[in-house]
């Protein structure tokens, strides 16, 4: 069964918690929100699934990956994309396609006053929300059996997420269902912890006197590409 020794070997993918059949692992958070597994003992037949399905291990399949990196560099045509989107727009062009031929998309965004989780969309209004990098750790429990599910009722996936949330995705799909999955991993240098995230927003609450009611983490109508500056609206206030 899975051991989690040094937090350094799990990025809380949830591939683990996924594959076992008898509900035996559940991610928990720790004091910064960063979820990880942990074993109900009782519950644990020792089939080792888990530690199979870890992208930290060096059983994780590389067979599919191209011998050199096919790398190609785009810019979205519609500048109206850019403007909203993190950089280039491209998953927004990505993710159009998928949607036109009737597949389905994953993405960050938002669920009860700005938790950040992975979500499913299958509109264009609902995959908007994914645009934009939310820099804190998404909550991804439950998403990858959906991915599955999908996968064989035969729909197309894009999934969109961290490289090591993609890579423990691509595990847990296996080789069979893998050819009807898209994914698109973002450039990451790691993930800010939630609670962080969750006190920093009860923080400014207290401060301002209002609840916040729209966030932006990097908001380049008003601020250009290179700066790093998180905007606020608060009920009945300016940004
Ligand atoms: C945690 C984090 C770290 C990053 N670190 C770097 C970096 O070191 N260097 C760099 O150049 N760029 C970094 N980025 C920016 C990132 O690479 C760009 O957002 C990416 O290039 C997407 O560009 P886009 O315009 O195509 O996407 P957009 O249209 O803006 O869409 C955003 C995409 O990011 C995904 N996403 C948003 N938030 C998260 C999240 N918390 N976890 C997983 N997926 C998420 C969405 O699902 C969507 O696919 C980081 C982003 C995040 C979220
Ligand atoms: S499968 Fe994912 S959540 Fe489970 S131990 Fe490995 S990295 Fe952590
Ligand atoms: S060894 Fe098998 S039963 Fe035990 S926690 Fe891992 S996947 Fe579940």
Redo the contacts with the bound molecule.
Sequence with gaps: MIKIRNKADCCGCTACESVCAHDAITMQPDDMGFLYPVVDSSKCVGCGLCEKVCAFNEHYDTSLNLPIPDAYAARHKDMAEVET????????AISDYILEQGGVVY??GYTDHFR?IHKRATTKEERNE?????????DIRGIFCQVKQDLKNGLTVLF???PC?TAGLNSFIGRKLRERLIL?D??????PGPYVWRDYLAYLEKKQGAEICWVNFRDKQEFGWAAHQETFKFVNREK
């Design positions: 989107s993190r950089s280039g727009a491209a998953f927004i993405g960050v950040v994914f645009k934009g990098s939310k820099y804190v750790q998404s969109s997420g961290t949330q698109v973002i450039v990451c240098h790691g993930v």
